[in-house]
């Protein structure tokens, strides 16, 4: 083979000793689990925000952005709950850039992987211990997710991942809300084929041992947009696209229908400013129809400290390094007219 052995990595029972959870830290993540599932389970009307930047490229900036969004939280809570993003490994496209926190904890140095181990559970860490928070990452990795398993509450599959098998056996296997990602081409029957996937239960080889999964009924839909043939973007959360996606839904005979709905990616045409007025379009589709209102339990959204995108070492302190995310003073703005629309 064509590969380096450079260390044999440490396993996730090792790297937990070293940063655990303690009981207190457990019962409020446990908490958390219970009220966001609640709404995929239809027994809260609250509205879900899971919000955050597009990579959590930084531990100091991405805990200021988590400690905002609890006092913005306090303000909204009778009607939003939010879910920070620390997304701590990135799918990149052509296979070049910043990969994330797992690869580089240093944007700037070299990879460094059993760093990169250490430092995406601290930072998940963190912002559950000093915020109360347990956050939403993007499974790239499913053979990684030991790693986080006691530290989030929410977990998304990519568009690039959404047809992968170990992803849809991995979510299976999780006793959290899973979302799918509709492809990059657009195809709603992979994604809905990979929910359906993540719903049974499946005999598999994971961690080295053979398990058995009992199926995930909070695995869901997560609406991204797509990109035609020709290379341009086309958005899919207007009412039409809802009403589309519902009916899969009756089709299907699944329970609990649901979907997320991405205002970034291709549904803004990664316009980040547009963001507010997508939000706005899909409540205003919820207000319309009970049948969408029922559906829809929730936005992805893309925000950090400051408008925009910057390369790897710009020195904008919370500014995204990858996709360019809506600064917080617009965010914040944002959440409170969600809330009061809701």
Avoid at 52 to 68: F, H, K, N
Avoid at 143 to 163: F, I, K, M, T
Avoid at 219 to 244: C, V
Avoid at 330 to 340: F, G, L, Q, R, Y
Wanted: charged residues 25%; neutral net charge.
């Amino acid at each position: 083979m064509n590969l380096e052995y450079k260390r044999e990595m440490p396993t996730a029972r090792v790297i937990k000793e070293m940063y655990p959870v303690s009981e207190e830290l457990a019962a409020v993540k446990a908490e958390n689990d219970e009220k966001i599932q609640a709404v995929f389970r239809g027994k809260s009307d609250k509205f879900l925000l899971i919000i955050g930047p597009c990579s959590a490229d930084r531990e100091d900036s991405v805990i200021e952005y988590i400690s905002r969004l609890r006092d913005l939280q306090e303000k909204v809570k009778d009607k939003i709950v939010c879910v920070p993003r620390i997304y701590t490994n990135k799918p990149r496209t052509t296979g070049d850039g910043y990969k994330g926190m797992l690869h580089q904890p240093d944007p700037e140095a070299a990879p460094d992987m059993l760093k990169g181990l250490i430092a995406i559970r601290k930072v998940h860490l963190r912002a559950l211990s000093e915020t109360g928070f347990s956050c939403a990452d993007e499974m790239l990795y499913p053979h990684n997710h030991p790693y986080l398993s006691d530290l989030l509450s929410y977990v998304a599959v990519g568009a690039r991942s959404v047809e992968n098998q170990t992803h849809r056996l991995t979510a299976s296997g999780l006793d959290i809300p899973v979302g799918m990602k509709n492809p990059t081409g657009g195809m709603l029957s992979v994604m809905m084929n990979a929910i359906t996937a993540a719903r049974h239960p499946h005999t598999f080889v994971y961690s080295g041992w053979e398990v058995k999964s009992k199926g995930n009924p909070l695995s869901h839909a997560i609406l991204r947009g797509y990109t035609h043939k020709q290379g341009n973007t086309a958005p899919n959360y207007h009412y039409e696209d809802l009403r589309f996606l519902y009916e899969m839904y009756a089709k299907s005979g699944l329970e609990n229908p649901a979907v997320i709905v991405d205002t970034n990616h291709a549904n803004s045409g990664k316009r980040f400013e547009e963001q507010p007025r997508i939000a706005k379009e899909v409540l205003h589709s919820m207000r319309l129809s009970g049948d969408i209102a029922s559906m829809v339990k929730g936005l992805m959204i893309e925000s950090y400290l400051v408008d925009g995108c910057q390369a790897p070492g710009g020195g904008v302190y919370g500014q995204s390094i990858t996709d360019p995310c809506l600064g917080w003073e617009k965010t914040e703005k944002m959440v409170c007219e969600i809330a009061d629309l809701l």
